[in-house]
């Protein structure tokens, strides 16, 4: 199956500073790609959908100033949490759509990011 | 606001045992997906049933789907201890290129 891959896999930060997570698609090409937030032991919440060559797509509550998302390649989209915050602390997941049917997703193994 | 309502929250049975996780939505769909996510991991897709299905199989896994009650199970039959993870269904309102609303995930524990 097609593989996702993240990095960093965890990340610890100070207050004000900026962290840039990347999202790679490793054995084919994604024109889409998803961000998600998930708090322990809680569902999925999607931020944004990222698309290749244009605008990131933000889901309603989500600040498009504080998630910086670029999609500049077929395989690489990143998140950057701009001036992070404690409550930015979370487990951040991207994934891209299935290349042959779409309706699924490929996950990748997420980033732990922590604020302090 | 959430789509997908699992049902148990948390399962915890024996090697051997079948478990049963149940999916509630609220709106129309395209299809229903059911993915695993181990502790701290990503997600990995494991079935996908549309809505004028009524039940599907793969391997030791039984899908089924009742969109008359807005609602779908997932069957793990003769569970190992490598099933412990939490499983999420996730709903897509149309074919294609929809996105998924997650439900909040049953975490399933499998004891030797």
């Known amino acids: 199956g097609a593989v996702v891959s993240q990095h960093p896999s965890r990340v610890i930060c100070k207050s004000g500073t900026s962290v840039k997570i990347e999202c790679r698609s490793l054995?084919?090409?994604?024109?889409?790609m998803f961000w998600y937030r998930q708090f322990p032991k809680k569902s999925l919440m999607l931020m944004a959908t990222?698309?290749?060559?244009?605008?990131?797509?933000?889901e309603q509550g989500v600040e498009k100033d504080k998630f910086l998302i670029n999609h500049a390649s077929l395989t690489l989209s990143t998140l950057t949490v701009t001036s992070a915050h404690p409550e930015d602390s979370s487990f951040y997941i991207c994934s891209a759509r299935d290349p042959l049917g779409q309706e699924t997703q490929y996950f990748g193994p997420g980033t732990r990011l922590l604020v302090l | 606001s959430q789509q997908g309502e699992e049902d148990p929250q948390a399962l915890s049975i024996q090697e051997g045992e079948n478990a049963t996780m149940n999916c509630s939505y609220k709106t129309s769909i395209n299809n229903l997906q059911w993915y695993r996510q181990n502790s701290g991991r990503g997600l990995v897709h494991l079935i996908l049933?549309?809505?004028?299905?009524r039940e599907k199989h793969s391997g030791r896994l039984r899908v089924t789907l009742d969109t008359s009650k807005k609602s779908s199970s997932l069957l793990i039959t003769a569970s190992r201890a490598a099933d412990t993870a939490s499983y999420f269904c996730a709903t897509a309102a149309y074919s294609g290129y929809s996105t998924l609303t997650f439900g909040k995930g049953t975490m399933l524990l499998v004891s030797p």
């Open positions: 990222s698309n290749e060559g244009s605008k990131a797509t933000y």
């Open positions: 054995d084919f090409q994604a024109t889409t």
């Open positions: 049933i549309r809505s004028n299905e």
